[in-house]
T-cell receptor, first 113, second 115 residues
């Protein structure tokens, strides 16, 4: 039972354009969401997070949007750069700050120069 | 500052053999996690420890899998006997439970291939 779903296994975007990665969740108890980025042969690294009391969080070129009613979040990268090519994992937890994270299956983002 | 250290980075073994994966968390972190990455299921939590005590092992697939954390700086994940379906990348991650952000720090992973 996949509680966190990333339905697009891959995405290709032109350099300089906006990349939008999507994530859906089924467990209404989730109240904290994170995005991790993973390069080949490396471990995932934390990118950005958002709590359920917000609907948007921004950090430089990265913005995460949360739509609680739709149980949907998205990561926007503007403008996309070649170094953004990686696998992006969406993760969720409950009881804000609980360390037990449930991850999605990941989306491989390729930025085309 | 050293990150999470995992060994071996790659392991190729034959079905039925015992496999032991090792992890050294970041100094000062008191929570440790073992995840498994597969194409079909993404990153699955197998087990996590807090202050060296197993808190949740509901993700451990079956009795062939076991994990220990004898002290704050070392953990092992053992598979005995190994099967081809255990082939995956196994990640160890650590954190400090006092953090409010819930961010985990991952090692580089151990890629296991069971023939």
């Amino acid at each position: 039972d996949q509680q966190v779903k990333q339905n697009s296994p891959s995405l290709s975007v032109q350099e300089g354009r906006i990349s939008i990665l999507n994530c859906d969740y089924t467990n209404s108890m989730f109240d904290y969401f994170l995005w991790y980025k993973k390069y080949p042969a490396e471990g995932p690294t934390f990118l950005i997070s958002i709590s359920s009391i917000k609907d948007k969080n921004e950090d430089g070129r990265f913005t995460v949007f949360l739509n609680k009613s739709a149980k949907h979040l998205s990561l926007h990268i503007v403008p996309s750069q070649p170094g953004d090519s990686a696998v992006y994992f969406c993760a969720a937890s409950w009881n804000f700050g609980n360390e037990k994270l449930t991850f999605g299956t990941g989306t491989r983002l390729t930025i085309i120069p | 500052d050293a990150g999470v250290i995992q060994s071996p980075r790659h392991e190729v073994t034959e079905m039925g053999q015992e496999v032991t994966l090792r992890c050294k968390p970041i100094s000062g972190h008191n929570s440790l996690f073992w995840y498994r990455q597969t194409m079909m299921r993404g990153l699955e939590l197998l087990i996590y420890f807090n202050n060296n005590v197993p808190i949740d092992d509901s993700g451990m697939p079956e009795d062939r899998f076991s994990a220990k954390m004898p002290n704050a700086s070392f953990s092992t994940l053992k598979i005995q006997p190994s099967e081809p379906r255990d082939s995956a990348v196994y990640f160890c991650a650590s954190s400090w439970s006092g953090r409010i952000t819930g961010e985990l720090f991952f090692g580089e992973g151990s890629r296991l291939t069971v023939l």
